[in-house]
């Protein structure tokens, strides 16, 4: 009997340019480079073992045996890593999600980056988190920069092996982000069937692709000055952005749902009327993502508050770097695991 075990952690992010249109979907080639917030509040923990006795591959996740669909996903992207490396072994996946429920953040991104990087260390594959991360896009887009730890950039660039996701700064200087988790429950629209109705049928689609670019080299530069306000202004500019696109899409949609207005306006009003520097992005769901600074976050929840309910208020700090777990450390998170998403 042969085994190859790896196991990783990686977190997820949230984009402040967002990823929006493929032009290529086999390839998860994006049609705009983006670049994201990596959050340490929320992450997936996820183990493989490669086994010959194995006659196919399984997938649990928290606890849960998966769906053959589900199965058919994690295969597909394993099958990536065992043409590249000629390995033949069927595995055994196990991760665990910890990200409150409430939160309603889709784990797409911080699941297949966990999966590529475990899978690369059982597998033993000599590559950077660089080019771990044109596998990891394989998976899911957003799930590229989820290998790195800070502000992260996913360059579009011109083919399979150059579309890949590179450290821009580690968010070490007053940074921090708000989760507000309105979560209506309202019927989703996933975000691969709204970004491709929009590249095909919005009016404002290539505005969206034109402006993009500009906004991205432009908040790279509020970074390296560590201009917040303008890295702020850029992100709510860039996001409502996005969301007009899916406006002009034919037929129109929205992700935004009321309790979202609701949830934009404490924003602003906080801003107004408190003078607290906060700004506001959404993805592709109804819940509102509030950039501010780690030194205003204590005020600006309790602001907040007088808004929404405590629990729907969940704070993080900037995360770190995808990283290798050792078995030990595996158990202990399984340990802490309550069975149902935290
Ligand atoms: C982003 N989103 O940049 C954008 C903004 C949602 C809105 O990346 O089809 O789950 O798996 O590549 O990565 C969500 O899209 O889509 C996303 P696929 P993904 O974060």
């Known amino acids: 009997?042969?085994?190859?075990?790896?196991?990783?952690?990686?977190?997820?992010?949230?984009?402040?340019?967002?990823?929006?249109?493929?032009?290529?979907?086999?390839?998860?080639?994006?049609?705009?480079?983006?670049?994201?917030?990596?959050?340490?509040?929320?992450?997936?923990?996820?183990?493989?073992?490669?086994?010959?006795?194995?006659?196919?591959?399984?997938?649990?996740?928290?606890?849960?045996?998966?769906?053959e669909k589900e199965i058919s996903k994690i295969s597909r992207f394993l099958d990536l890593f065992r043409e590249y490396k000629d390995e033949s072994r069927f595995a055994r996946v196990?991760?665990?999600?910890?990200?409150?429920t409430a939160a309603g953040l889709a784990s797409s991104a911080s699941a297949f980056a966990a999966l590529a990087l475990a899978t690369a260390t059982a597998l033993e594959l000599e590559l950077s988190p660089e080019e771990l991360s044109t596998f990891a896009r394989r998976g899911s887009g957003s799930s590229t920069r989820s290998l790195f730890g800070g502000f992260v950039e996913w360059d579009?660039?011109?083919?399979?092996?150059?579309?890949?996701?590179?450290?821009?700064?580690?968010?070490?200087?007053?940074?921090?982000?708000?989760?507000?988790?309105?979560?209506?429950?309202?019927k989703k629209i996933a975000s691969r069937v709204g970004m491709e109705h929009t590249v095909a049928t919005s009016s404002f689609y290539q505005a969206w692709v034109d402006t993009a670019a500009e906004d991205l080299e432009n908040i790279k530069k509020a970074i390296a000055l560590r201009d917040f306000e303008t890295l702020g202004k850029i992100t709510e500019h860039n996001g409502m952005k996005?969301?007009?696109?899916?406006?002009?899409?034919?037929?129109?949609?929205?992700?935004?749902?009321?309790?979202?207005?609701?949830?934009?306006?404490?924003?602003?009003?906080?801003?107004?009327?408190?003078?607290?520097?906060?700004?506001?992005?959404?993805?592709?769901?109804?819940?509102?993502?509030?950039?501010?600074?780690?030194?205003?976050m204590e005020r600006l929840v309790r602001a907040l508050q007088d808004y929404l309910p405590a629990e729907k208020i969940i704070p993080s700090l900037p995360g770190k770097d995808a990283f290798v777990l050792t078995e030990e450390e595996w158990q202990a998170s399984l340990a802490t695991f309550t069975g149902e998403p935290r």
């Not at 196990?94 to 409150?100: A, C, G, W, Y």
């Not at 609701?262 to 992005?281: H, K, N, P, W």
């Open 1 to 67: 009997m042969t085994q190859a075990v790896g196991r990783a952690r990686a977190h997820t992010n949230i984009a402040l340019i967002k990823y929006w249109g493929k032009r290529d979907k086999d390839l998860f080639l994006p049609m705009n480079s983006s670049l994201s917030l990596t959050l340490d509040a929320f992450y997936t923990d996820t183990k493989v073992v490669f086994d010959d006795n194995l006659t196919e591959d399984r997938f649990s996740l928290n606890g849960k045996l998966q769906s």
């Open 94 to 100: 196990e991760s665990l999600n910890f990200v409150p």
């Open 156 to 186: 579009k660039g011109t083919c399979s092996a150059d579309s890949m996701a590179r450290p821009v700064d580690d968010a070490s200087w007053d940074i921090g982000m708000i989760i507000l988790a309105v979560n209506t429950g309202q």
């Open 242 to 296: 996005m969301h007009a696109t899916t406006l002009s899409a034919n037929p129109p949609f929205t992700y935004f749902s009321a309790k979202s207005l609701e949830a934009q306006e404490a924003v602003r009003t906080i801003r107004e009327e408190l003078g607290i520097s906060a700004y506001m992005t959404m993805d592709a769901g109804p819940n509102v993502k509030v950039l501010c600074r780690q030194s205003d």
